[in-house]
């Protein structure tokens, strides 16, 4: 493929896309490249729906193929909360900061086997031809008492993997492709891109 156009403005979330991608897309652009992207209202109640309009207006802003994620963190003790709230957990403007600190707050004094938890990836693929697709992935895991790590980004220093001992932090990003929930979603989405290729 060409061109793709990821509708995010996270560096650190284009970053995994494109290490990710590099080998079957030649140019991966986000919403910051181009004039006049707004910001999609995220109001739909599931991963899926969020991510499917994400990409819907990408496409249409840009003509270009588009990739959408949505993604959270589903913590089984704040009874799947906070789900597709995750990136404003804290708050509207709330930063990834603030976003752990009440993830903290919320399961203070929770036991540690009891802090159950989940990354789930909905990604939705859309084209100018009308082509709509959805790819999905989940990881799980448990909530840590306090940060460890110093990659990724959001809920990762807080995220222990299971089978692995580390946080989501950790890994390099090598090792988080390969198991993460985008991880998974894109996996999924570049094998349909390989088989639509080579039709």
């Not at 181009?34 to 910001?39: A, L, N, P, Q």
């Not at 729906?49 to 994400?54: D, E, V």
């Not at 597709?84 to 708050?91: N, P, Y």
Request: one cysteine or more.
């Amino acid at each position: 493929m060409r061109s793709l156009v990821v509708a995010t403005r996270n560096r650190g979330k284009l970053k995994e896309i494109e290490a990710f991608l590099s080998d079957i897309v030649e140019r991966v652009v986000c919403a910051n490249d181009f004039d006049g992207f707004s910001e999609t209202i995220e109001d739909g109640e599931t991963f899926e729906s969020n991510a499917l309009k994400k990409a819907r207006e990408a496409m249409r802003h840009t003509g270009l193929p588009a990739l959408a994620d949505d993604s959270g963190l589903v913590v089984e003790a704040l009874n799947g909360r906070p789900g597709v709230f995750s990136a404003r957990f804290a708050g509207e403007n709330a930063d990834d900061a603030d976003n752990n600190r009440r993830l903290l707050d919320e399961l203070e004094g929770v036991p540690h086997d009891v802090r159950r938890a989940a990354f789930v990836c909905a990604l939705a693929f859309v084209t100018p031809q009308g082509t709509e697709r959805l790819f999905f992935g989940r990881v799980g895991g448990r909530i840590l008492e306090e940060k460890r790590g110093s990659e990724g980004f959001g809920y990762d220093p807080l995220f222990l993997v299971d089978g692995f001992g580390r946080s989501m932090a950790e890994l390099d990003v090598e090792e988080k492709n390969r198991i993460s929930h985008r991880g998974q979603a894109l996996q999924s989405f570049k094998e349909y891109l390989c088989s639509i290729e080579n039709v």
